[in-house]
T-cell receptor, first 112, second 111 residues
Framework: GQQVMQIPQYQHVQEGEDFTTYCNSS?????IQWYKQRPGGHPVFLIQ?????EVKKQKRLTFQFGEAKKNSSLHITATQTTDVGTYFC????????????FGPGTSLSVIP | NAGVTQTPKFQVLKTGQSMTLQCAQD?????MSWYRQDPGMGLRLIHY???????DQGEVPNGYNVSRSTTEDFPLRLLSAAPSQTSVYFC??????????FGEGSRLTVL
């Protein structure tokens, strides 16, 4: 079945440094979603990318969908302590619209 | 609006016991799903439902049963709990543009 991988698993950055997490799928994705989970919390939807090569920005966060629709990235510029948490990418399995498969996540720590 | 409500928040079971995790939503979403979250493994889909009376298996369905008799409720049943089912369970609904809305989670420990 489809696998969604993320690297790195953990990232520790100094406040103000940039951060990037990468998401790779073994199969072509119809779309990709990103979620953030604060420690002790539940995943919260950030964004959805649909088109090949699509780039979307939310303030300091930049999301990109690869040309082949098999990979994606999330880049945070000038991290802040409020960015702490685990970031998950998620894609739909095969042709099924209803099976959303999550990557293992990247845990971000920000050192003040 | 409460959104997605899960009960209980915490539960301790002994091996072999049964229990039901409840999930209720007031957003009138047709799609509901259950995920389990384990360290280093992200969220894994257990079962999902695209509407009342319709359920299907996800990635890790073994040991879990579901039913969907109403739009609002999607309970997850463990018939005979095992230590491998110790996890945090999340219920999620799906909005019109495909985004998932998660409940606050239920932390289950099986001894």
């Amino acid at each position: 079945g489809q696998q969604v991988m993320q690297i790195p698993q953990y990232q520790h950055v100094q406040e103000g440094e940039d951060f990037t997490t990468y998401c790779n799928s073994s199969t072509t994705l119809s779309n990709i979603q990103w979620y953030k989970q604060r420690p002790g919390g539940h995943p919260v939807f950030l964004i959805q990318l649909v088109k090949s090569g699509e780039v979307k920005k939310q303030k300091r966060l930049t999301f990109q969908f690869g040309e082949a629709k098999k990979n994606s990235s999330l880049h945070i510029t000038a991290t802040q302590t409020t960015d702490v948490g685990t970031y998950f990418c998620a894609g739909r399995q095969g042709t099924s619209y209803d099976k959303v498969i999550f990557g293992p996540g990247t845990s971000l720590s920000v050192i003040p | 609006n409460a959104g997605v409500t899960q009960t209980p928040k915490f539960q301790v079971l002994k091996t072999g016991q049964s229990m039901t995790l409840q999930c209720a939503q007031d957003m009138n979403h047709e799609y509901m799903s259950w995920y389990r979250q384990d360290p280093g493994m992200g969220l894994r889909l257990i079962h999902y439902s695209v509407g009342a009376g319709i359920t299907d298996q996800g990635e890790v369905p073994n040991g879990y049963n579901v039913s969907r008799s109403t739009t609002e409720d999607f309970p997850l049943r463990l018939l005979s709990a095992a230590p491998s089912q110790t996890s945090v369970y999340f219920c999620a609904t799906r909005g019109k543009t495909g985004e998932l809305f998660f409940g606050e989670g239920s932390r289950l420990t099986v001894l």
